[in-house]
């Protein structure tokens, strides 16, 4: 199995874990999903998730850097699906892992 802290993202790439189950707090209580949050103003194929890596980011036409605005053990929200086509969690193992453009986040949370 691959170690996902080994996983390096490339160009405006963002690798990240998609929580699997509804946390609880110290005091035992359940914390609520985004679902929860904000009801039925969502798709409920979003999910919240924690970012694993995050690449260098996008290079403009004249080769200068876009910068990302993530970094490693941020909290996002993302869409159930990604433009990139690709579910790491098929080829990494049951890590439920996903890669997205940087742009395709939808907030942080």
């Known amino acids: 199995m691959v170690d996902k802290e080994k996983l390096t993202a490339l160009n ?3 690798i990240v874990q998609a929580d699997t189950e509804a946390k609880k707090s110290a005091g ?6 985004v ?26 036409e004249d080769g200068s850097l876009i910068p990302m ?12 699906s990604s433009s990139i086509g690709v579910q790491l969690d098929i080829l990494l193992g049951s890590l439920g892992l996903f890669a997205y453009r940087y742009n395709e986040i939808v907030a942080e949370h």
Request: hydrophobic content about 40%; aromatic content about 6%.
């Open 35 to 60: 679902a929860d949050i904000v009801g039925d103003q969502i798709d409920p194929n979003y999910r919240v998730g924690t970012v694993v890596a995050v690449g260098p980011g996008r290079v403009r």
């Open 12 to 14: 405006d790439i963002v």
């Open 28 to 33: 035992g209580l359940y914390l609520p999903t």
């Open 69 to 80: 605005p993530f970094k490693k053990g941020q909290r996002v929200v993302m869409p159930g």
